[in-house]
């Protein structure tokens, strides 16, 4: 019997996306469509004193035209999925005030695009400028311009949390190390921009929508609040999705085009252009990190405390998830003994941040592995010979940290030994002294990582001081057709991660099926799809729920189908077992039925099913990864729930003349648990990893001091090409969680954790006297500490 899952299947999604059959948001036409374009406030911060549509309403081809107040008088305020302390009203437009430039102020309804763009540009509105606030330091000072006056501050969430002896910890300690890290804003950007089509049905009130949204449980929440219908009045459609990496959410472009759908009788579309997706959609957050590292001379890692400061931008519909979730790769992969965390979660005049690859922990695991760099530095030791004096042994798991993350399974020294005996570790540092003597800066970075998947929602309780939404969970749906065919449907909508591919591996296994002979439904569809609310692509969740709602749902249906099977067989279900389609007794060849056979009793000869078995052959099943668990009395809580690890190694050359960083080599070695499918495994690796790359190295959202974004382009927000991104070497060690139903741990997130930290390690270590606080390592930046250096003879840098 073949056994699929662990196999490289090729991608079955592939076939059709790569010869123009994939079906995305752009695709879908609707009988008399109009087209939506939004006016955007050119202003940071600003209140809106009078906005005059009268003219956009008159040009022609125009349908419908829908400010901020009509808006708010149409729909209820956006509930967000992390409620705030103070509730805050925010509606898909906006209605008093802009803060932030590229606010959405008003929508029109037209024609085409063009038209709609033109009546845009006609609409009057004005504005009384007020002191914008864009860095999130000054904006928790006393007098700083206030985003929400109601709120009486710009921080939503200020906390201390603190687990174990941290001021025993640091009295104890033969020394502290005291640093401050800086992370920019970025983002993955998709192919595709983030759109939505909705279409009112005045008859019966009910609305549909097409949307890449990547979270259609949550959404599928907010419209019906917003709109003030049951969701039994609801469809929500998501076609294939062309890239998301967290960031393809937006409810208020969904309930903008509801609006005027309702407004007008007529189905509405809206696409962003890139310069709106840049611009507007949201950013990974910025912020400010000040660490403190209490150590012994022998390197052993005491305690750590932690100042958090995270730039939300005027996010109110997830504020404080980027601070909440550092919770869960805080310790790294490190026997921390004490942690003390001090987060706040900031508003400032800037676009919304949002999830993004790997969502706050980018920025943890770097100032965690730039910080176990100078200490290795001031302590004379190895990167790495620091790092596995302090890592987690393989007999202590499952181990639990300070915060109360639970690491389920893993050998995280293995790992690193793994990484450094393939990359040549000792080799490169020979190569690198030969080549200081020439005159040539090389440098060796290494960052280790522990890699969460799945978010336990019961975290967001240490916010609000209640729990609503909790744990993680999936659900899935499986079902032998009457003529033996088999279907399969998930409520997580692809994104371009082959879950096609793979459930149809897991689907095969159960049923002694090919994968070829599995359909997945593409997408998602509120009509037919099983959801939850926790339903959707987000938090690196599939290996750690998803799969367990696949196998639950086949294993029903293959038990189901062997009953059947025994009844008609007059044998037991223990004898029979499911091979290339057919129920066949063990031992006895030629005495079997197949999967046709079987589901012509089951939808059609139901006389001939067992006593009390019902007819059909679908099951859906919904399942809840076990670890999930509220937050407890010492407010520890397990934030998210499997741990795959990871080490990286870079080597870079620094060009004196220029700045230019070259990555000369590259290497990742990784476990995430049994890979369901190796080759899907690698791309993820080999995707994230550049996405890492480009945090290191190039991309930055710039704002001016007055709140105005300077790269809204891909001329000035620069992204990795194939020209920048080196040969990147791969392998892998397989330790299965004990925690998940076959074993497999979260892989989409991988290198955009450590990858921006093993790079920034490189350079710092090319350049020997400098100490980088901050990304991106520009050849702007680069250059002028060289410079600088030269000049001054200055040693230390951000």
């Given at each position: 019997m073949t056994t699929w899952v662990g196999a490289p299947v090729p991608r079955k999604e592939d076939a059709r996306l790569t010869t123009g059959r994939g079906r995305y948001l752009d695709d879908i036409a609707r009988s008399g469509l109009l087209h939506a374009a939004m006016?955007?406030?050119?202003?940071?911060?600003?209140?809106?004193?009078?906005?005059?549509?009268?003219?956009?309403?008159?040009?022609?081809?125009?349908?419908?035209?829908?400010?901020?107040?009509?808006?708010?008088?149409?729909?209820?305020?956006?509930?967000?999925?992390?409620?705030?302390?103070?509730?805050?009203?925010?509606?898909?437009?906006a209605v008093d005030r802009v803060r932030f430039a590229g606010e959405p102020v008003a929508a029109v309804a037209a024609v085409d695009r063009a038209t709609a763009e033109d009546a845009v540009e006609r609409i009057q509105v004005a504005y009384e400028p007020l002191a914008p606030v864009v860095d999130p330091e000054a904006a928790i000072e006393p007098g700083a311009p206030l985003l929400y006056p109601e709120l009486g501050t710009n921080v939503l969430w200020h906390d201390v949390l603190s687990y174990g002896d941290v001021d025993g910890a640091f009295t104890r300690a033969d020394g502290v190390l005291r640093e401050r890290f800086e992370i920019q804003r970025y983002a993955s950007t998709p192919l595709e921009t983030f759109g939505c089509i909705a279409e009112h049905d005045a008859g019966t009130d009910t609305y549909t929508f097409w949307t890449n949204d990547q979270r259609p449980g949550f959404t599928l929440a907010?419209?019906?609040?917003?709109?003030?219908?049951?969701?039994?009045?609801?469809?929500?459609?998501?076609?294939?999705?062309?890239?998301?990496?967290?960031?393809?959410?937006?409810?208020?472009?969904?309930?903008?085009?509801?609006?005027?759908?309702?407004k007008t009788g007529r189905?509405?579309?809206?696409?962003?252009?890139?310069?709106?997706n840049l611009t507007a959609l949201m950013h990974a957050c910025n912020g400010v990190m000040d660490v403190e590292l209490a150590y012994r001379n022998d390197g052993t890692v005491l305690a750590f405390r932690i100042r958090d400061i995270a730039d939300e931008g005027k996010n109110l519909v997830s504020p404080t998830q980027h601070n909440l979730i550092k919770l869960g790769n805080i310790a790294n992969g490190y026997r921390i003994g004490a942690i003390r965390y001090e987060p706040y979660s900031v508003l400032t005049t800037k676009c919304p941040s949002g999830a993004n690859r790997g969502i706050g922990k980018p920025f943890m695991c770097f100032a965690i592995e730039r910080t176990m760099a100078l200490l290795a530095r001031r302590l004379g030791l190895d990167p790495a010979e620091l790092r596995l004096r302090n890592y987690v042994q393989p007999a202590e798991m499952p181990y639990t940290t300070p915060t109360g993350s639970q690491y389920d399974s893993g050998d995280y020294p293995a790992t690193l030994r793994r990484a450094l005996e393939r990359f040549d570790y000792r080799g490169r540092r020979a190569e690198q002294a030969r080549a200081r003597k020439e005159g040539r800066l090389l440098g060796i970075g290494l960052a280790t990582s522990v890699e969460p998947a799945g978010t336990n929602l019961a975290s967001y309780e240490l916010i609000t001081g209640r729990r609503a939404a909790s744990g993680s969970a999936e659900a899935a749906m499986v079902r032998i057709e009457p003529d033996g065919q088999v279907r399969a449907a998930l409520g997580n909508p692809a994104t371009g991660q082959g879950y096609e591919t793979v459930v149809a591996q897991i689907v095969a296994d159960e049923l002694g099926l090919a994968p070829d002979e599995v359909h997945v439904a593409r997408g998602f569809d509120s009509l037919g799809t099983p959801s939850l609310y926790l339903s959707g692509s987000y938090s690196n969740k599939f290996s750690v729920t998803d799969v367990g709602a696949v196998v639950g749902a086949a294993r029903k249906v293959r038990d189901k189908a062997l009953r059947i099977a025994a009844h008609r067989l007059e044998a037991a279900p223990a004898d029979l077992e499911l091979i290339d389609g057919e129920a066949r007794v063990r031992g006895v060849p030629g005495r079997g039925l197949t999967l046709r056979e079987i589901a012509r009793t089951a939808y059609a000869d139901v006389l001939g099913l067992p006593p009390g078995e019902d007819p059909g052959?679908?099951?859906?099943?919904?399942?809840?990864?076990?670890?999930?668990?509220?937050?407890?009395?010492?407010?520890?809580?397990?934030?998210?729930?499997?741990?795959?690890?990871?080490?990286?190694?870079?080597?870079?050359?620094?060009?004196?003349?220029?700045?230019?960083?070259?990555?000369?080599?590259?290497?990742?070695?990784?476990?995430?648990?049994?890979?369901?499918?190796?080759?899907?495994?690698e791309g993820m690796v080999h995707g994230s990893t550049v996405h890492g790359i480009g945090a290191a190295l190039l991309e930055e959202f710039r704002y001016d001091e007055g709140g105005n974004l300077l790269t809204s382009t891909f001329m000035d927000y620069l992204k990795p090409t194939a020209l920048d991104v080196p040969d990147i070497d791969v392998d892998h060690l397989e330790t299965p969680s004990p925690f998940t139903p076959l074993g497999a741990k979260g892989v989409g997130e991988g290198g955009s954790i450590p990858g921006p930290a093993a790079v920034a390690n490189a350079v710092e270590d090319a350049l020997a006297a400098f100490v980088i606080r901050s990304l991106p390592i520009t050849p702007e930046r680069v250059w002028s500490w060289l410079n600088l250096a030269g000049e001054t003879g200055a040693r230390r840098t951000r």
């Open positions: 006016l955007r406030s050119p202003h940071a911060h600003a209140r809106i004193v009078s906005i005059d549509v009268s003219e956009a309403e008159r040009l022609p081809g125009v349908l419908g035209v829908l400010s901020g107040a009509e808006a708010a008088a149409a729909s209820q305020p956006i509930r967000p999925l992390i409620p705030t302390p103070t509730p805050l009203r925010d509606w898909c437009l907010i419209l019906a609040e917003s709109l003030g219908v049951p969701q039994s009045r609801l469809r929500l459609v998501c076609p294939d999705i062309g890239g998301a990496f967290g960031n393809k959410r937006r409810p208020a472009y969904l309930l903008t085009c509801a609006l005027l759908a309702r189905p509405v579309k809206y696409l962003e252009d890139r310069i709106e052959l679908e099951s859906r099943h919904f399942h809840s990864n076990p670890l999930a668990a509220p937050v407890d009395e010492r407010r520890r809580v397990r934030s998210q729930l499997v741990f795959s690890n990871a080490a990286h190694c870079c080597l870079v050359e620094v060009e004196r003349r220029t700045g230019q960083v070259r990555i000369l080599a590259y290497l990742v070695v990784h476990d995430c648990g049994r890979e369901l499918n190796p080759g899907i495994v």
